[in-house]
């Protein structure tokens, strides 16, 4: 076994409770490859921010969880060496079953979900516990979620959200005693979150999806006061990305992201963890379309993936100082 504290890591506890009191959310942002980590802690570091490096089911299978736990291991000193000791968590999102959850606290996670969010209350209640109790031992943050979010991201999928129950927010953290909870609130998952019938058109012709359900949040905010609260499928989707790659042979229809206003609304609260995956999916996807269409000789990966590792740490300082406000808060 090894533990997170041989890594450098730390777990989500203290981070979160500096994040409420403070009024930020902290970037956690999904990564699968080296450019991915590289944008995301040199970003992080520049901004100083602290950061969650989040890795969904199907990553951990793309990359290897031993690679995974090394590549955390080269992180903490990458940052080091750019100079800042930034905080840095290694988190598992959208965990299936205790067994996943118990192998990557086992392999260095500081931080896990256990998604039990589809399944009856009661067994979600039961599976969720489970891992609290085997995580705990080790100091490893478990999310819980009630509650579930609509759209398709990795191996995650809904048709339809639920919205979370405030009424029964505190018997589930209670019960179960996870660190922080994640919530529906009119999120979704993946780049495609609305159809254009479930939104208005602004003065300027663009799509503008309904708000989120803030009423759902103030009422979960009243029955757990300071217990820190977690948003997925948080990404924007920045349409000036959506339309680089459809001008270089994609095609992105109707992809409706979550305006970033509503985001910065919800960082002031005691949402503490904002989850951003498919942003950093797009921006890496435009910037290699665009090289492929501008220098179609190319074959060097270097040539294509270094400018998309420079568009993403663009992106996710933006994230960090102007919608989820965590810059700065690094050595809080």
């Known amino acids: 076994m090894t533990s997170y504290k041989e890594l450098g890591l730390v777990n989500t506890r203290e981070m979160f409770a500096k994040a409420v009191k403070g009024?930020?959310?902290?970037?956690?942002?999904?990564?699968n490859?080296?450019?991915q980590m590289q944008a995301i802690v040199g970003a992080c570091v520049e901004t100083k921010a602290p950061?969650?490096?989040q890795v969904s089911r199907g990553a951990r299978d793309?990359?290897?969880?031993?690679?995974?736990?090394n590549m955390a291991r080269g992180v903490v000193e990458y940052a080091h060496e750019l100079g800042?000791?930034?905080?840095?968590?290694?988190?598992?999102?959208?965990?299936?079953?205790f067994e996943t959850c118990k192998q990557c606290i086992d392999n260095g996670f500081s931080s896990v979900m256990?998604?039990?969010?589809?399944?009856?209350?009661?067994?979600?209640?039961a599976v969720t516990k489970k891992v609290v109790e085997y995580a705990h031992q080790f100091d490893v943050t478990v999310e819980g979620e009630l509650g579930v979010l609509a759209g398709i991201e990795d191996e995650v999928s809904s048709a339809v959200s639920h919205y979370t129950q405030p009424e029964e927010v505190i018997d589930f953290v209670s019960r179960t005693g996870v660190d922080s909870l994640a919530i529906s609130v009119g999120t979704s998952h993946g780049a495609f979150k609305f159809t254009p019938e479930q939104c208005t058109r602004n003065a300027d012709g663009i799509l503008v999806p309904p708000e989120l359900r803030f009423d759902i949040l103030a009422e979960i905010e009243k029955k757990l006061p300071g217990f820190p609260i977690v948003l997925h499928g948080s990404s924007s989707v920045p349409q000036q990305y959506v339309k680089i790659i459809n001008e270089y042979g994609g095609k992105l229809v109707d992809s409706i992201g979550?305006?970033?206003e509503q985001l910065r609304k919800a960082a002031k609260s005691a949402v503490c963890k904002i989850n951003i995956d498919s942003d950093g999916r797009l921006a890496m996807t435009a910037m290699v379309r665009k090289v492929f269409h501008?220098?179609?000789?190319?074959?060097?990966?270097?040539?294509?993936?270094?400018?998309?590792?420079?568009?993403l740490k663009k992106m996710y300082m933006h994230k960090n100082i102007e919608v989820l406000g965590s810059a700065g808060h690094a050595l809080d």
């Open 33 to 35: 490859n080296m450019e």
């Open 84 to 97: 800042c000791d930034i905080p840095i968590v290694l988190h598992l999102d959208h965990g299936d079953s």
């Open 62 to 69: 793309y990359a290897n969880i031993n690679l995974l736990r």
């Open 114 to 125: 256990i998604d039990g969010s589809s399944l009856p209350y009661e067994e979600n209640i």
């Open 51 to 53: 950061v969650i490096l």
């Open 258 to 260: 979550i305006p970033e």
């Open 294 to 311: 501008d220098k179609p000789a190319e074959f060097d990966p270097r040539k294509y993936l270094g400018p998309a590792r420079e568009e």
């Open 23 to 31: 009024g930020y959310a902290v970037g956690a942002y999904n990564f």
